[in-house]
């Protein structure tokens, strides 16, 4: 790792040494009783994984620290707690993760809010029940587990799952650097009996200081989770209004865009998923005097499919079957599939806000408008600002072609905050990968048209040129983003522990 300084063009870059961080690796003794044996694991044993020097030639840097790369990084101690191999001999890696801290979902961690699925499917259970770091584990190291089987769930709160991820991001928290945020990836050097590339820098920028740091690393992983998707009609009034908030950001900013819990707040929230529902629940809750409007484009909620059979589409071993498929068999499977995951909410939470919604007529005076409402049939198509400051939403509002009603058929409906519950983008690696196109294999003129497609291998394996990057020696990986190629649970929670033991022997083999 080296810092440059990115404030001054004029200026040559000059290395600046960092001091090496001593490395300290334990082993338990014969006389280690079995609760010391199965205490929470100390700093000292996380650096069974040692510290790279300053400028060391890394074995892989992973780009960011979310679940997917704590599937790798707990992989890869589990492996090196079975390895013979001393300590300094041990593959030297880099987590780099932009936030200054561990979060995962910080805007959506509601209060009562639970994990859709099992705790079962943590990062490490399905690749090996016996790791020191499944979720039963975590509950045990923390004096939890009696209690937490008194709950008689599968399905902790979202809230306990990110301190189970934190925990596990803590445990090799030594070769983690946290408020660095990569700004590209470059061939580093040929190797010296061919002309291919056997390495690659790493470049990124330190989010306080704004200097530069650079990792040479034979391997890059890029595990950096979604981006905000906003529609393109409504991208321009996001970015300028503040008042106006994609549903990543809503637990961490709403209080600053509606400082008084107690006012009449006007609040829309955009979306018919499982993200949508919640905030559409929270908000009645949180402002229990402002009024809550769920718009969505069909006539209602639909119910996410979590039926047995179907969910075994996201068994790992499916993942081999949906690679090997003909492409166009590929898609009809995901369309088909869609209901496990896509603009779909939990059955209990559709019956709590119709719930919810029944008693608000039960309770409310005959002929009032009511508090807390569903549009249906809308399509947002535009976002404005009001001269008051107010958010306007420009509607297609479809309701006349299903029902009979005189419903306008546009409607421009004001808002003091709106939360954009649009989904993600799994596209974080198009910009840090520019440097790289050049290595992919040669396109025909036509396509070269398009936009550049990062293909990658069942092993989730960027396909370079052969001749011009030495697959021996280099590649680079993709996590979260082969929804195409490797199915809908790509980029979800459910084969994280499995994949992170597949990413551990492609990228290092047998340690």
Same mark, same amino acid.
């Given at each position: 790792?080296?810092?440059?300084?990115?404030?001054?063009?004029?200026?040559?870059?000059?290395?600046?040494?960092?001091?090496?961080?001593?490395?300290?690796?334990?082993?338990?003794?014969?006389?280690?009783?079995?609760?010391?044996?199965?205490?929470?694991?100390?700093?000292?044993?996380?650096?069974?994984?040692?510290?790279?020097?300053?400028?060391?030639?890394?074995?892989?840097?992973?780009?960011?620290?979310?679940?997917?790369?704590?599937?790798?990084?707990?992989?890869?101690?589990?492996?090196?707690?079975?390895?013979?191999?001393?300590?300094?001999?041990?593959?030297?890696?880099?987590?780099?993760?932009?936030?200054?801290?561990?979060?995962?979902?910080?805007?959506?961690?509601?209060?009562?809010?639970?994990?859709?699925?099992?705790?079962?499917?943590?990062?490490?259970?399905?690749?090996?029940?016996?790791?020191?770091?499944?979720?039963?584990?975590?509950?045990?190291?923390?004096?939890?587990?009696?209690?937490?089987?008194?709950?008689?769930?599968?399905?902790?709160?979202? !809230?306990?799952?990110?301190?189970?991820?934190?925990?596990?991001?803590?445990?090799?928290?030594?070769?983690?650097?946290?408020?660095?945020?990569?700004?590209?990836?470059?061939?580093?050097?040929?190797?010296?009996?061919?002309?291919?590339?056997?390495?690659?820098?790493?470049?990124?920028?330190?989010?306080?200081?704004?200097?530069?740091?650079?990792?040479?690393?034979?391997?890059?992983?890029?595990?950096?989770?979604?981006?905000?998707?906003?529609?393109?009609?409504?991208?321009?009034?996001?970015?300028?209004?503040?008042?106006?908030?994609?549903?990543?950001?809503?637990?961490?900013?709403?209080?600053?865009?509606?400082?008084?819990?107690?006012?009449?707040?006007? !609040?829309?929230?955009?979306?018919?998923?499982?993200?949508?529902?919640?905030?559409?629940?929270?908000?009645?809750?949180?402002?229990?005097?402002?009024?809550?409007?769920?718009?969505?484009?069909?006539?209602?909620?639909?119910?996410?499919?979590?039926?047995?059979?179907?969910?075994?589409?996201?068994?790992?071993?499916?993942?081999?079957?949906?690679?090997?498929?003909?492409?166009?068999?590929?898609?009809?499977?995901?369309?088909?599939?869609?209901?496990?995951?896509?603009?779909?909410?939990?059955?209990?939470?559709?019956?709590?806000?119709?719930?919810?919604?029944?008693?608000?007529?039960?309770?409310?005076?005959?002929?009032?408008?009511?508090?807390?409402?569903?549009?249906?049939?809308?399509?947002?198509?535009?976002?404005?600002?009001?001269?008051?400051?107010?958010?306007?939403?420009?509607?297609?509002?479809?309701?006349?072609?299903?029902?009979?009603?005189?419903?306008?058929?546009?409607?421009?409906?004001?808002?003091?905050?709106?939360?954009?519950?649009?989904?993600?983008?799994?596209?974080?690696?198009?910009?840090?990968?520019?440097?790289?196109?050049?290595?992919?294999?040669?396109?025909?003129?036509?396509?070269?048209?398009?936009?550049?497609?990062?293909?990658?291998?069942?092993?989730?394996?960027?396909?370079?040129?052969?001749?011009?990057?030495?697959?021996?020696?280099?590649?680079?990986?993709?996590?979260?983003?082969?929804?195409?190629?490797?199915?809908?649970?790509?980029?979800?929670?459910?084969?994280?522990?499995?994949?992170?033991?597949?990413?551990?022997?492609?990228?290092?083999?047998?340690?």
């Amino acid at each position: 790792m080296v810092r440059l300084s990115l404030r001054d063009s004029n200026d040559s870059p000059v290395p600046v040494p960092v001091p090496e961080l001593p490395v300290k690796a334990t082993a338990p003794t014969d006389q280690s009783s079995q609760s010391q044996l199965n205490a929470p694991r100390s700093t000292d044993w996380a650096r069974e994984l040692p510290i790279p020097r300053p400028g060391e030639l890394h074995d892989f840097v992973c780009v960011g620290v979310g679940p997917a790369a704590l599937g790798i990084g707990t992989a890869l101690q589990d492996a090196c707690e079975k390895s013979t191999t001393p300590v300094q001999y041990r593959p030297k890696v880099a987590f780099i993760e932009r936030e200054t801290d561990f979060h995962w979902h910080a805007g959506m961690q509601l209060p009562g809010v639970k994990m859709q699925i099992s705790f079962i499917k943590d990062v490490a259970t399905q690749r090996d029940p016996r790791s020191h770091f499944t979720f039963l584990n975590y509950l045990f190291t923390k004096g939890r587990l009696n209690k937490y089987s008194n709950l008689n769930t599968f399905r902790p709160s979202r !809230i306990e799952y990110q301190d189970y991820l934190k925990w596990c991001a803590d445990s090799f928290r030594h070769i983690i650097h946290y408020g660095q945020e990569v700004v590209e990836v470059t061939p580093s050097q040929q190797s010296s009996k061919s002309e291919s590339v056997d390495s690659f820098l790493v470049t990124c920028r330190d989010v306080k200081t704004g200097d530069a740091i650079c990792y040479h690393t034979r391997n890059v992983i890029v595990a950096a989770g979604g981006c905000p998707s906003v529609p393109p009609a409504l991208a321009k009034g996001y970015a300028a209004q503040g008042n106006v908030l994609h549903s990543s950001q809503f637990q961490t900013s709403i209080s600053r865009v509606l400082p008084d819990p107690t006012s009449k707040y006007r !609040i829309a929230i955009v979306g018919a998923g499982q993200s949508g529902a919640e905030i559409f629940t929270s908000v009645q809750t949180a402002f229990p005097n402002a009024q809550a409007s769920l718009i969505i484009r069909g006539s209602a909620l639909r119910p996410l499919d979590g039926s047995p059979f179907v969910n075994e589409i996201f068994d790992p071993e499916q993942v081999t079957n949906m690679y090997r498929r003909e492409k166009s068999v590929r898609e009809a499977s995901q369309n088909a599939d869609k209901a496990t995951d896509r603009g779909v909410v939990n059955m209990d939470l559709i019956e709590r806000i119709y719930e919810n919604m029944y008693n608000q007529t039960l309770l409310s005076p005959p002929g009032a408008p009511p508090q807390h409402r569903i549009l249906r049939y809308r399509n947002v198509v535009g976002l404005e600002s009001s001269p008051s400051g107010a958010a306007v939403l420009i509607c297609e509002n479809s309701t006349a072609l299903y029902e009979e009603c005189d419903e306008p058929h546009n409607e421009r409906l004001e808002f003091d905050a709106v939360v954009l519950a649009t989904g993600y983008a799994y596209n974080s690696h198009l910009k840090m990968f520019k440097p790289l196109e050049h290595l992919l294999p040669q396109t025909n003129s036509n396509e070269r048209k398009k936009p550049v497609e990062w293909n990658v291998a069942e092993d989730y394996r960027v396909i370079f040129d052969p001749d011009k990057v030495d697959k021996s020696q280099a590649g680079v990986w993709l996590q979260g983003c082969n929804e195409k190629t490797h199915g809908l649970g790509d980029s979800l929670l459910s084969n994280l522990a499995t994949r992170g033991g597949e990413m551990v022997a492609s990228t290092l083999g047998e340690l």
